[in-house]
Structures are given as structure tokens and as C-alpha cells.
């Protein structure tokens, strides 16, 4: 079910794009293909929307953006570039020929990234500095090259994001059927979702703590080794952490958990909840309603 609600999420979004539910006519693209280079200087700000591909080069030796887009198109963009910022936006509904292109080569990572509508990032290269991602309408995100101190990011939509690397300290927000996955090691997380978006935390040798909030439909995936928890769930909302040395978690509604905790597991239980613990913590146990704490077999 959730399959087809995303694609009926994605034909709905691409079908608003391309045919104009403005009620705008929609300008299509007359096959011709141009180029379209300049430098954008160092921009400390970069602002995306509608249908692009997009590459983005943070070590790059120069300063430079590349359009490629139909002839007749670009000219309904409208590219602001000056004082630390980067906006490419389309002024009506355009329909390419075939997808567009946004090639960025820059010397030094953005701090602030906002990308809308239909888009697919690929970001090579090492990002070493805070950054503040936000994503909305339908975004693949492909950011595998993390070495920073803190990253803040907050998604929306349909996005599918997939990072990896090493992060000191991340602030995430998710909501809509957005997938979130980071590959590698994620010192502090906070995390909030909601909807039926998920996260998926992988391979993550050095986490610290982390503080997980979960409603709706949401789902939570941590593998690797965590050092101190704060779960709370609500709605239908599912977990599975493995695994921790000690375990805050607060569970409501029809939600449900996995846990594997080694040293302390405090549980506060209610509705229809259920948890499933592995190990063999130091446990402090409330539960009202019908919900269930179970060990589970080893």
C-alpha cells in the first residue's frame, strides 16, 4: 500500500509540474539543447526549484554553474546570482524535451541548500563544514561524502536521501513518505519524524546518543553501536535498534519496538504498544493499557 501511495504521490507531483495546475499554459521544450556557464562567485546559499538534474563539486579548483536546458526554456528561468547566493527557478510551467542539468562546480560547500520539486542531487566530494539542508516535493539525494561537524536537515514529500560519512552532531526532521538513510558514523542524532517517512541509520560505530520522537506510520532502523537512547513513538509508528548500552523509551498507541540493550532498558508502555527486548539490561518497567514487554529469544 505504501508503494502505490508513492506513486500515485509521484505522478501526482510530476503531473502538477509538467501540465500546469496553475492553470498557466505549459511551455515545452523545442528539442534544441544550449548550454548556459557562469560564475555564481562564492555562494553561501543555494535555492533549486522545479525539474532539474543536479551535480554539485564542493573542492573544486574554480567557481562555476552550468545550465543545460532547451533553447526556449532558458530564458523562463529566473538565475539570481550576487551576494553569496545561487536561485534557479522557472518563472512558468516547463516541459523539457528531455531532463535538465545543473552542473555546479565550486570552491567551498553552501551553508544553506534548499531544493523544491522534482529533483535529483548527486553532491561529490568531501563537505567538512555545517551545513542546513531543507528538501521538498520529490528529491533523490546521493550526499555520500560527510566529514563535518553538524548537519541540519528537514525533508519533505517523497524525498529519497541516502548519505554516509562522519558527522559530529545531526538534526533531522522527516515527514510525508520521505526516506532518509545514512551510511557511516553520526556522533550525536535528534530525529524527529512523522507520516510514514523512515530512517535508517547504518554501519555507525561511534554514536553517542541519540534522541528519536516517531508518530504516524514512521519508521526507525539503527545498526551499529549506540551508546545511550531516547525513543518515543506514538501512532503506529515501528523501531529496531540494534544495538545499545542503555535505553530510554516512552511507547504510545499501536506502536512497536525492537531493542537490544546490554546494560539499562526504562520503559514506559501504554495503549497497544508492544516492545521486544534482547540482552540483559537493568530494567525499570510501567506499562498501561494492553500493551507488552517481551524478552525475546537469543
Request: some cysteine; aromatic content about 6%.
Given at each position: 500500500?505504501?508503494?502505490?501511495?508513492?506513486?500515485?504521490?509521484?505522478?501526482?507531483?510530476?503531473?502538477?509540474?509538467?501540465?500546469?495546475?496553475?492553470?498557466?499554459?505549459?511551455?515545452?521544450?523545442?528539442?534544441?539543447?544550449?548550454?548556459?556557464?557562469?560564475?555564481?562567485?562564492?555562494?553561501?546559499?543555494?535555492?533549486?526549484?522545479?525539474?532539474?538534474?543536479?551535480?554539485?563539486?564542493?573542492?573544486?579548483?574554480?567557481?562555476?554553474?552550468?545550465?543545460?536546458?532547451?533553447?526556449?526554456?532558458?530564458?523562463?528561468?529566473?538565475?539570481?546570482?550576487?551576494?553569496?547566493?545561487?536561485?534557479?527557478?522557472?518563472?512558468?510551467?516547463?516541459?523539457?524535451?528531455?531532463?535538465p542539468q545543473l552542473?555546479?562546480?565550486?570552491?567551498?560547500?553552501?551553508?544553506?541548500?534548499?531544493?523544491s520539486g522534482i529533483?535529483?542531487?548527486?553532491?561529490?566530494?568531501?563537505?567538512?563544514?555545517?551545513?542546513?539542508?531543507?528538501?521538498?516535493?520529490?528529491?533523490?539525494?546521493?550526499?555520500?561524502?560527510?566529514?563535518?561537524?553538524?548537519?541540519?536537515?528537514?525533508?519533505?514529500?517523497?524525498?529519497?536521501?541516502?548519505?554516509?560519512?562522519?558527522?559530529?552532531?545531526?538534526?533531522?526532521?522527516?515527514?510525508?513518505?520521505?526516506?532518509?538513510?545514512?551510511?557511516?558514523?553520526?556522533?550525536?542524532?535528534?530525529?524527529?519524524?512523522?507520516?510514514?517517512?523512515?530512517?535508517?541509520?547504518?554501519?555507525?560505530?561511534?554514536?553517542?546518543?541519540?534522541?528519536?520522537?516517531?508518530?504516524g506510520s514512521s519508521?526507525?532502523?539503527?545498526?551499529?553501536?549506540?551508546?545511550?537512547?531516547?525513543?518515543?513513538?506514538?501512532?503506529?509508528?515501528?523501531?529496531?535498534?540494534?544495538?545499545?548500552?542503555?535505553?530510554?523509551?516512552?511507547?504510545?498507541?499501536?506502536?512497536?519496538?525492537?531493542?537490544?540493550?546490554?546494560?539499562?532498558?526504562?520503559?514506559?508502555?501504554?495503549?497497544?504498544?508492544?516492545?521486544?527486548?534482547?540482552?540483559?539490561?537493568?530494567?525499570?518497567?510501567?506499562?498501561?493499557?494492553?500493551?507488552?514487554?517481551?524478552?525475546?529469544?537469543?
Open positions: 500500500m505504501k508503494k502505490q501511495l508513492f506513486a500515485l504521490a509521484l505522478v501526482t507531483a510530476a503531473g502538477c509540474f509538467l501540465a500546469g495546475c496553475s492553470g498557466i499554459a505549459v511551455i515545452t521544450g523545442n528539442g534544441i539543447i544550449t548550454e548556459k556557464t557562469f560564475d555564481p562567485g562564492d555562494i553561501s546559499r543555494l535555492t533549486t526549484a522545479g525539474y532539474w538534474k543536479i551535480t554539485l563539486d564542493p573542492n573544486a579548483d574554480r567557481n562555476q554553474c552550468t545550465i543545460v536546458i532547451d533553447e526556449n526554456l532558458l530564458e523562463e528561468l529566473a538565475i539570481k546570482s550576487g551576494s553569496g547566493r545561487l536561485q534557479v527557478t522557472p518563472l512558468h510551467n516547463l516541459q523539457p524535451s528531455r531532463e552542473r555546479l562546480q565550486l570552491k567551498q560547500m553552501p551553508e544553506k541548500l534548499n531544493f529533483s535529483d542531487l548527486e553532491v561529490t566530494g568531501k563537505i567538512t563544514r555545517e551545513t542546513e539542508w531543507s528538501f521538498s516535493g520529490s528529491t533523490t539525494a546521493s550526499i555520500p561524502g560527510f566529514a563535518a561537524p553538524e548537519i541540519q536537515l528537514q525533508a519533505s514529500g517523497i524525498s529519497r536521501l541516502t548519505l554516509g560519512g562522519n558527522v559530529e552532531k545531526a538534526t533531522v526532521r522527516t515527514s510525508g513518505s520521505t526516506e532518509f538513510t545514512f551510511n557511516g558514523n553520526i556522533g550525536e542524532l535528534h530525529l524527529e519524524q512523522s507520516g510514514c517517512s523512515s530512517a535508517t541509520i547504518r554501519d555507525c560505530e561511534t554514536a553517542r546518543k541519540m534522541t528519536v520522537h516517531s508518530s519508521n526507525f532502523t539503527f545498526s551499529g553501536n549506540l551508546q545511550e537512547l531516547f525513543m518515543e513513538q506514538s501512532g503506529c509508528s515501528n523501531a529496531a535498534v540494534r544495538s545499545c548500552e542503555s535505553a530510554e523509551i516512552q511507547l504510545s498507541g499501536s506502536c512497536t519496538a525492537k531493542l537490544d540493550a546490554a546494560r539499562q532498558l526504562t520503559v514506559r508502555a501504554g495503549g497497544a504498544s508492544q516492545l521486544l527486548y534482547s540482552g540483559s539490561p537493568e530494567l525499570q518497567v510501567h506499562t498501561s493499557g494492553s500493551a507488552k514487554i517481551k524478552k525475546q529469544k537469543q
